[in-house]
C-alpha cells in the first residue's frame, strides 16, 4: 500500500520539507485506520448483521410452515418466482394448480411450484406457507445467516480500508498541488532573468 511507502518522510534529512512530514502523518494516519479501525468495524458490522439475521432466523422458524400439498392440475404459462437461496430453486419445477391444509386448519388452492418433473392429478408435494396458508420462501437457515453476516462485515471492513486510501490519497494530491503552485509563485518572482550573469549583483 501506498500508505506505508509514505512513512518513510519521517527519516531526518536536511533536505525535508513540512510537507514531507504532513504526509508522513497522513501514511501513518491511514495505516492505523486499516490495520485498526476497519477490522474493527468489520467485527461490529458483522457481530451487528449476525445477531440480526439471526432473529429472523428464529422468527421465520417460528412463522413458516412445511405442509403436503396435492396436484389438482398441471398449469401452463411461464414458471412463478423460485427462491434463489435453495439449491432447489434449479432443480426441475412443474407450475400446478395445488390444494393444502393451513397450520391454522383451513383449506387452501392455488398456483404453486412443484418439485415434480412429471405431475399428474393426486401427486403431493411439499412447499411452504405461513400460519395462515399462505404460499412463502423457505425459511432461513443459521448457516447462510451467518455466511451473510460473515461477506457484511469483510465488506465493512474493506470499505473502510478504501475509504481510507482514499481519503489519503485525495490529501497527498492537494498537498501535491498547492507544493506546485508555490513553486510557480517563487519562480514568477524570481522573474525571466534568475541565472543570468549580474543577475542580484
Known sequence: ???ISGLWRWRRNPLRRTTDLAEAWVALVTVVLVTVAAP???SLVG???QDSLQRSVREQAHSRHLVTATVVRVLGGAPLETD???SAAHDARSRVLAE???PDGTRQHGPALANLKS???GDHFRLWTDPHGRIST???DSPTATTHAVLAGFGAALLTAGLGETG???IVWRMVRRRYTRWDQAWDRAGPDWGKAGTGS
Do not use: E
Open 1 to 3: 500500500m501506498r500508505a
Open 40 to 42: 474493527v468495524i468489520g
Open 47 to 49: 457481530a451487528a448483521a
Open 84 to 86: 434463489p437461496d435453495t
Open 100 to 102: 393444502w391444509t393451513a
Open 119 to 121: 405431475p399428474r392429478h
Open 138 to 140: 423457505r425459511p432461513l
Open 168 to 170: 489519503r490519497r485525495l
